[in-house]
């Protein structure tokens, strides 16, 4: 009597785990509450990237997805609380899926309720996504929409899982929905324009800046976020960008706390850069938006991760280096280039920086070939460096 009670325990426990995964083959859930009972919406999942598609079971061989749809779209009437409406990945569509398909890429999703704007971003760029292991087996999440507050939710499939708010205007990640412990690998996505369409930016108090990872610099020692602040509408080719801060080669969000958007007063630009030691990627897309900046309340703090460095790469060079440096605290910064005989070639930085990591590029290209002598002033100390020009 016990193993039939064992027996009939086990398999409706199994029952539970798998109905995610036995409506369909649908890999994102679909609900929503507080919905007028006569009251039909669409939601959509509008591509924003190229979508990629692989076939069943085999991660290696990447494809333009041609069986996605775009957009792809979920009707629901009513209210619907079960695991049977939602969107279901390229890959299984073989396997005669009724419901609109979507592929792995970047996602804005929406609806057509009459006076809403509500809207987020989903980026599904991860080549582990989809029925591999280091996602626990299963791809499945769900999505709510509340009626009554005009807004969505997300739930990673597991137990205990709770509802989480999403705002307005979010860049969600699902390596970040669904709690992955690796780091993601986008390298599919390399010839798709990826690292030029991955940054984005979640605008509350303060704003949050996310990326992935870069899909072909490897080693990587990390990433460097790029911030520039303009008091009107400038064009890209013309933006101040600065080093604003740097993060590990593991981590793609920053919060710049030096803004705040509840005021509305500057133009704030973004961009992000991988780095290997001295070697710098090509930048992101960039992102903005309208704020207050104001670094003078963190100009006292000193950053006891951050010590007085100086130096450059490449060395010797030829006609182009870049000067990096990093300052501890808030200081009057002065950075000059000599010849020899100690006559003044260039001056290149002076100005009050933050502490922080920063860098200005060199251009010696009406030059001799030479040695050459690089001085970095702060309000309390002053470093010098020598550098070789060879033509």
Request: charged residues 15%.
């Amino acid at each position: 009597m016990k193993a039939i009670v064992l027996i009939i325990f086990v398999f409706y426990t199994s029952h539970l785990i798998a109905q995610y995964q036995s409506i369909d083959k649908v890999e994102i859930f679909m609900m929503t509450e507080n919905v007028p009972s006569d009251s039909t919406f669409e939601y959509y999942l509008d591509p924003m990237s190229t979508i990629l598609t692989h076939p069943y079971g085999d991660i290696s061989n990447w494809t333009i997805c041609t069986v996605c749809d775009d957009p792809a779209v979920e009707i629901i009437e009513g209210n619907h609380n079960s695991w049977g409406r939602g969107w279901d990945i390229s890959y299984d569509v073989s396997l005669g899926s009724p419901f609109d398909v979507y592929g792995y890429g970047l996602y804005k999703f929406s609806s057509n309720r009459s006076g809403s704007s509500v809207h987020f971003y989903l980026d599904f760029r991860d080549r582990y996504y989809v029925g591999n292991i280091l996602y626990s087996g299963t791809p499945d999440f769900v999505i709510k929409y509340d009626y009554s507050s005009d807004s969505y939710l997300y739930q990673r499939t597991g137990a205990n899982a709770t509802f989480i708010p999403i705002a307005s205007g979010d860049f969600l990640q699902i390596w970040v929905i669904k709690e992955a412990t690796h780091i993601p690998d986008t390298s599919p996505f390399s010839e798709y324009n990826y690292w030029e369409s991955c940054l984005g930016i979640i605008k509350n108090n303060h704003p949050k800046i996310v990326w992935g990872p870069h899909p072909t610099m490897n080693p990587i020692s990390g990433y460097k976020i790029y911030r520039a602040v303009h008091s009107n509408p400038v064009n890209p080719a013309l933006r101040n960008y600065q080093l604003a801060a740097a993060t590990n080669n593991s981590t793609f969000s920053w919060i710049d706390t030096d803004v705040n958007l509840n005021s509305t007063i500057s133009y704030i630009y973004y961009i992000v850069k991988a780095y290997y030691q001295t070697t710098l990627s090509t930048a992101t897309n960039s992102v903005g938006a309208y704020g207050q900046y104001n670094p003078s309340k963190q100009a006292s703090k000193v950053d006891e991760n951050i010590v007085l460095s100086l130096s450059n790469y490449p060395n010797p060079f030829n006609p182009e280096t870049t000067i990096s440096y990093s300052i501890p605290k808030s200081s009057l910064v002065n950075i000059t280039v000599n010849d020899l005989l100690g006559r003044r070639i260039a001056e290149l930085t002076n100005e009050k920086k933050e502490a922080g990591s920063y860098e200005v590029n060199f251009n010696a290209e009406n030059l001799p070939s030479g040695l050459y002598i690089y001085k970095l002033t702060t309000n309390e100390k002053i470093v010098i460096k020598k550098m070789m020009l060879l033509r």
